[in-house]
T-cell receptor, first 114, second 115 residues
Framework: QKEVEQNSGPLSVPEGAIASLNCTYS??????FFWYRQYSGKSPELIMF????GDKEDGRFTAQLNKASQYVSLLIRDSQPSDSATYLC??????????????FGSGTQLTVLP | DAGVIQSPRHEVTEMGQEVTLRCKPI?????LFWYRQTMMRGLELLIY????????DSGMPEDRFSAKMPNASFSTLKIQPSEPRDSAVYFC?????????????FGAGTRLSVL
């Protein structure tokens, strides 16, 4: 089992719809969760982070965390063609030593159709 | 702040040559990470430093890869000798420290092609 798993997609949604991106992780002790967006040929950029169970909203983006189910998701409301990118889920296990770093999922490719 | 600065942006070299990638972290950031990204394997952590000291190099694929951080504002990743399978995008990232809530900021990356 991979430490961080995402559906690779591609995921296509029409403009204006809600895009839902999902991520599961294997280490129950994981503490911090990040969503990065990566446009083709560019570097990952952070769009959301969440540390506590529940929802966190920032503009059109909502991150949802359920530690009991080891599940984190990203919702993009009113999707725009400019949201078309690969979305990377990253998890910080929070333990000491070498585990204190991010593990990335393989990413979900999102296409928003005009 | 200028962000994480990597050079060169693109590198094309022949198999067997030495390749050196460079990274300048964000000023004040104490932790630096080197990643490699390929279509097949995604984003992989190679090595990371805290306060210029290598903490974990278990992701370095083999002895051909080495990394140094001689001071707080500069790090290098060297591949010697390079092989075609090393072709990838190499990213450097920095963060204020190793706290679990610290956000990693990525440089623009170096696209390496080994012919």
């Amino acid at each position: 089992q991979k430490e961080v798993e995402q559906n690779s997609g591609p995921l296509s949604v029409p403009e204006g719809a809600i895009a839902s991106l999902n991520c599961t992780y294997s280490d129950r002790g994981s503490q911090s969760f990040f969503w990065y967006r990566q446009y083709s040929g560019k570097s990952p950029e952070l769009i959301m982070f969440i540390y506590s169970n529940g929802d966190k909203e920032d503009g059109r983006f909502t991150a949802q965390l359920n530690k009991a189910s080891q599940y984190v998701s990203l919702l993009i409301r009113d999707s725009q063609p400019s949201d078309s990118a690969t979305y990377l889920c990253a998890v910080n296990r929070g333990a000491s030593g070498s585990a204190r770093q991010l593990t990335f999922g393989s990413g979900t490719q999102l296409t928003v159709l005009p | 702040d200028a962000g994480v600065i990597q050079s060169p942006r693109h590198e094309v070299t022949e198999m067997g040559q030495e390749v050196t990638l460079r990274c300048k972290p964000i000023s004040g950031h104490n932790s630096l990470f080197w990643y490699r990204q390929t279509m097949m394997r995604g984003l992989e952590l190679l090595i990371y430093f805290n306060n210029n000291v290598p903490i974990d190099d278990s992701g370095m694929p083999e002895d051909r890869f080495s990394a140094k951080m001689p001071n707080a504002s500069f790090s290098t990743l060297k591949i010697q000798p390079s092989e075609p399978r090393d072709s990838a995008v190499y990213f450097c990232a920095s963060t204020p420290g190793l706290g679990t809530k610290n956000i990693q900021y990525f440089g623009a990356g170096t696209r390496l092609s080994v012919l």
